[in-house]
């Protein structure tokens, strides 16, 4: 028995298989090693723990190789049997986080390309386009493929004719250690009693989870420094867990000023040589700091003692593709089998996390005011059924005066409008048709920059037609509705002097984007900010004292559970941007129902009353956290198929006192990237072993050929 060791294969829809341990070899749990199957031979991880009966056989094949790969240590395999049973998934979709990009991974030495000078024979605009963007950069094929947005037969082109030169280079530099002693910062009382609570948690161990309540610019960051400190003192490891990689640079340059070092980052954005170097230090222990996007949750620490949501209400921890989970409570998951301590630091928490600190599940610390006696903004609303913007125009009068006055202080102004592109909705003026996406149920939304149409799902892409694809007629097109660089072009009409930065998914495509926007802002080189969603997060403009929501109604119209939620604590972020320094900040909301609860809680700083009459609301219907939600999406290219299969799964659907299931109903995004789609709902009290129940009730039904079932455990999105 003991010389057979059990293997999660790296293959989907394959189980773990049992294998006879390699000649003169014993294995421990953890370790990756190569295994055969069939012909072939593939990856796979040793694991222990699983439940069934051992092969018994004949004709057990054994372990082909072992890989020269860390150990997934015992916390972290703890934490994957959770993932892939809580959420759904197969072990081997949870171990592809782990180890991600294992080829590379293994090898010593990386061969990079980088501009040798040659100029290519021939200059294609792909080629063009390569040269431009990988000056002074080196990188894999599939690093400057990624970072120059060509293929990696283009870069491979230019290696070929001599433009790229190789070089071998060992793994990635490390930064010097942290030290946590380099610039501690003097703490205000409110600040100094949070982050002694939190250290003495981290000096003591042992499973200790938090919520790190404070207002926007109360200093959570500092607050939660001094953990981070403590964890370094006791020899362990911490990990920063950021919502948006953008953010990563400005955010680095702030815990490089405390700890003299900045901490090792982890995101999709590093070169390979970076990644593999990262993934090496923080598994023998060397990366003490880690900063990174969800991911970082699933790599292999050796010594995690300290772990940081920061903006932990933000929904994009969610991961909507792959394994469906919420980093924030994956990451209360791994502090527990890691026996750590987790914080959750927002200033506008979810009402999941509020109730476990009401319950007492989370300790609560709170930092009530801003830092330096800085006030909270003064926050109105624009009456846009009184004071409405001329036609065409989205700034009404009251927020057009309030940026004129804040541009002659030579202060600095936000705009916030949570739409990219120019204009959500392209129509035809001779008979109202809207210009769709062919492959999605969705409005193509009109870019200016460059030119064109994108559906925001699935990204295709199209020249703006010189006549309208249904009539026929010429020059009837126009465009509905503003996006950013709609309000762009407003502002830049209006105040032609003013120095303007837009700031969307679509311009701030890099840390390093992000950090020189920062510097811009900072240095004053800029004067009217205009962004989505990306701008409410995270940054500290002193001279920033105006803040503009362009349309404060429109997150509410999507109708989920949590609609006015998300609004509220958007609103609250952006608004928080405002007067962060000495200088007094002043938030206008645009809003067509000023009277509204959500409108007056922001008006009158009540966020209490707001979440009280929120969580009453999803106490009452029994609705997350009370109560549990599933999601099970059914989707298929041909739609007679989804909806028999849809339908099906209905009707062998669970009998259980406690659990509900409702639908099927064609989605609300009925067709995305061409695939028809149909949503049941199961909604379930808290007592309910839900997933258990769901993997029973989805082996029972036999679904056909094309039809992909997508599990989406504690959704978020109900498209
Ligand atoms: P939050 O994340 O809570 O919105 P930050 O951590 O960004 O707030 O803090 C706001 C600003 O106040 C930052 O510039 C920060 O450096 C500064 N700050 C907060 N606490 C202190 C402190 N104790 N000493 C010096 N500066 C502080
Ligand atoms: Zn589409």
């Known amino acids: 028995m003991a010389e057979q060791v059990r293997v999660v294969v790296m293959q989907a829809g394959l189980g773990p298989l049992d294998y006879a341990m390699p000649a003169g070899q014993s294995l421990e749990a953890g ?6 199957l069939g012909p072939r031979q593939i990856m796979g991880v040793v694991w222990d723990g699983l439940e069934g009966p051992a092969f018994t056989g004949k004709g057990l094949r054994a372990v082909a190789g072992v890989l020269p790969l860390p150990l997934v240590p015992e916390p972290l395999r703890r934490l994957c049997d959770w993932v892939a049973d809580y959420y759904l998934a197969s072990l081997a979709g949870v171990l592809r986080m782990v180890l991600p990009s294992v080829a590379a991974l293994g090898e010593r030495q990386i061969v990079e390309y980088r501009l040798s000078g040659t100029q290519p024979p021939r200059l294609t605009p792909e080629r063009s386009k390569a040269l431009a963007a990988l000056e002074g950069r080196a990188g894999t094929v599939r690093d400057l493929a990624r970072a120059a947005d060509v293929s990696e037969a283009v870069i491979r082109g230019l290696v070929n004719v001599g433009v790229l030169a190789a070089e071998t ?49 109360s200093g959570k960051t500092e607050v939660y420094a001094e953990a981070i400190a403590a964890a370094l003192r006791a020899g362990g490891q911490a990990l920063v867990l950021l919502p948006e990689i953008a953010l990563t640079a400005a955010f680095t340059a702030r815990l490089a000023a405390r700890f003299g070092s900045p901490p090792v980052a982890w995101h ?149 409008l949570h739409r990219r592109g120019h204009a959500p909705l392209t129509l035809c003026r001779a008979r109202g048709e809207k210009i769709n996406c062919p492959n999605c149920t969705a409005w193509m939304v009109e870019h200016r920059l460059p030119r064109r149409l994108a559906c925001h799902h699935c990204g295709h892409e199209m020249t703006v037609p010189p006549a309208c694809p249904s009539c026929g007629e010429p020059d009837t097109l126009v465009a509905c509705g503003p996006g950013v660089e709609r309000i762009a072009e407003e502002v830049a009409a209006t105040w032609g002097a003013a120095r303007i930065a837009l700031v969307t998914s679509d311009t701030i495509t890099s840390p390093a984007r992000a950090a020189a926007l920062v510097a811009a802002v900072e240095g004053r080189e800029i004067d009217i900010l205009i962004g989505t969603q990306l701008v409410t997060k995270g940054f500290h403009f002193p001279e920033l004292t105006l803040v503009g929501v362009i349309d404060a109604d429109l997150g509410l119209s999507g109708g989920d559970l949590r609609a006015s939620e998300r609004t509220f604590a958007q609103i609250a ?131 056909g050929n094309s039809v992909r079932v997508v599990v989406d455990v504690d959704p978020y999105s109900f498209m």
């Open 31 to 36: 370790q990756a090693v190569l295994v055969p």
């Open 169 to 217: 280079v060992p793994a990635g530099q490390l930064p010097a250690p942290p030290d946590p002693d380099f610039a501690p910062p003097a703490l205000e009382p409110a600040q100094a009693d949070a982050a002694r609570a939190l250290t003495e948690a981290v000096a003591a161990g042992g499973f200790a989870p938090f919520l790190l309540e404070g207002v926007t610019g």
């Open 268 to 416: 999709s954005d590093l070169k390979t040589s970076e990644r593999r170097a990262a993934y090496a230090a923080i598994a023998d222990g060397r990366a003490r700091l880690v900063v990174g996007a969800r991911s970082a949750l699933f790599l292999p620490f050796k010594d995690l003692r300290l772990t940081i949501v920061d903006e932990a209400h933000e929904t994009s921890f969610k991961q909507e593709d792959g394994v469906h989970y919420h980093a924030r409570d994956v990451a209360v998951m791994r502090a527990q089998f890691e026996g750590a301590t987790v914080v959750l630091a927002s200033a506008t928490p979810a009402i999941e996390t509020r109730v476990q600190a009401e319950r007492g599940t989370y300790r609560h610390l709170l930092l009530p005011a801003r830092f330096g006696g800085a006030a909270m903004p003064d926050i109105s609303a624009v009456d846009l059924r009184k004071t409405p913007p001329v036609r065409g125009r989205w700034i009404a009068p009251p927020l057009a005066a309030a940026i004129s006055e804040t541009l002659a202080r030579a202060e600095q102004a936000l705009l916030f």
């Open 573 to 703: 972020q952006v608004a928080g941007r405002a007067g962060r320094s000495a200088k007094p900040g002043r938030v206008l909301l645009q809003t067509h129902q000023p009277e509204a609860r959500l409108m007056q809680a922001l008006i009158h700083g009540d966020a209490a009353a707001f979440y009280a009459h929120e969580t009453a609301t999803r106490r009452d219907l029994t609705l997350p956290p009370f109560g549990r939600l599933a999601a099970l999406i059914v989707s298929s290219e041909k739609e007679p198929e989804a909806r028999a299969a849809a339908q099906a799964l209905a009707e062998a659907a669970p009998a259980r006192t406690g659990l509900q299931v409702l639908g099927p109903a064609p989605a609300p995004l009925a067709m995305l990237r061409g695939r028809h789609r149909f949503r049941l709902l199961v909604t379930a009290r808290r007592t309910v072993p839900l997933s258990a129940i769901l993997r029973d009730w989805l082996v029972r039904v036999p679904l």
